[in-house]
């Protein structure tokens, strides 16, 4: 939970000052900090299940390493300088004090191996909000330990962890400059990162008659390369999606009714029938955009796709 006075950075909004979060950017924070703009992670059926999970993953965690767990049941949020947290609990050692404990919930092993490294390495924004969280502390005191406590597809793993100086030390730079952006109403441009398509959609919405011409700019050949690999990816993904309904219609007439059917070199291929619950899609509007590349220009060649996605 953020600071509802917007005083502080929270634990889950420090990781955009790195540029590692996957829900917000340093300047849709500073949009919301200047201006207000809603900004939040998205909320879906997983992120019920985590909250509902915490206080069994709390439990466990207190049995599985036999150390006292206080809870934050009032969802107490606690500053220190420019930046807060709402810490998930306590956990407490007869050694080494009191330390932040923090959990979260993976439901899938592909997310385990494509973001966790297969259990090797938290991702990043996960290892700074508890280094974050840990800098808090409690009683203006930071705490020296902290352990992040994961459940995985039934399984619990933890990563205990110790402070790292030179993070503490970038968090505080970055939350310093953060907040002078704030008071001198500095938000900067977009990072052009797909987080921010949402709330740039909301704040730019299309105005009849205005025309805007970039074609005397420095970077003039290299905006028109991002937008021809732009409708070539748009292409390519349409062109897959027919393929894909082709050739899946070839073979549901091959396979009939058969819920399994076997091929050559291992392959099987299964089908059921899934019930789904109807619903009523609210009334919307979204931003659309079209491209016109003229007819007789070349396709992208490979050198223009690397010169792009390098950032050249």
């Not at 207000?36 to 879906?44: F, K, V």
């Not at 789904?276 to 659309?288: A, D, I, N, Q």
């Amino acid at each position: 939970m953020p600071d509802p006075t917007k005083q502080t950075l929270s634990a889950t909004q420090v990781p955009a000052l790195f540029g590692v979060s996957p829900y917000v950017t340093r300047w849709m924070l500073l949009r919301h900090f200047i201006h207000g703009d809603p900004i939040g992670s998205p909320e879906h059926n997983r992120m019920d299940w985590g909250t509902k999970m915490q206080p069994l993953l709390l439990a466990q965690a207190a049995a599985d390493l036999h150390l006292e767990v206080r809870p934050n049941a009032s969802n107490t949020y606690i500053r220190r300088g420019l930046i807060g947290c709402t810490r998930d609990a306590e956990i407490v050692c007869p050694h080494r004090g009191p330390g932040a404990l923090e959990t979260k919930c993976v439901f899938d092993y592909g997310v385990w191996m494509r973001e966790w490294d297969g259990g090797k390495t938290p991702p990043k924004q996960h290892e700074i909000q508890l280094q974050e969280q840990m800098m808090v502390g409690a009683g203006g005191q930071p705490f020296t330990w902290g352990v992040l406590a994961v459940w995985i597809a039934g399984e619990m793993r933890y990563f205990e962890r110790k402070p790292i100086g030179e993070l503490w030390d970038a968090i505080e730079v970055k939350a310093t400059e953060f907040f002078e952006d704030v008071h001198a109403k500095r938000e900067g441009d977009p990072f052009a990162e797909s987080v921010e398509w949402d709330l740039l959609s909301k704040l730019f919405v299309p105005r009849a008659g205005t025309k805007l011409d970039f074609r005397e700019r420095p970077d003039a050949e290299k905006l028109a390369d991002d937008i021809r690999l732009m409708n070539w990816h748009a292409e390519e993904r349409k062109g897959h999606e027919r393929g894909e309904k082709t050739l899946k219609t070839k073979l549901k007439a091959l396979i009939g009714d058969a819920e399994e059917s076997t091929f050559a070199d291992g392959i099987t291929v299964r089908q059921k029938q899934i019930a789904r619950k109807g619903f009523t899609v609210e009334p919307t509007t979204y931003t659309s955009i079209t491209i016109h590349i003229p007819e007789d220009e070349a396709q992208p060649t490979q050198a223009v796709f690397d010169n792009v996605l390098a950032g050249g």
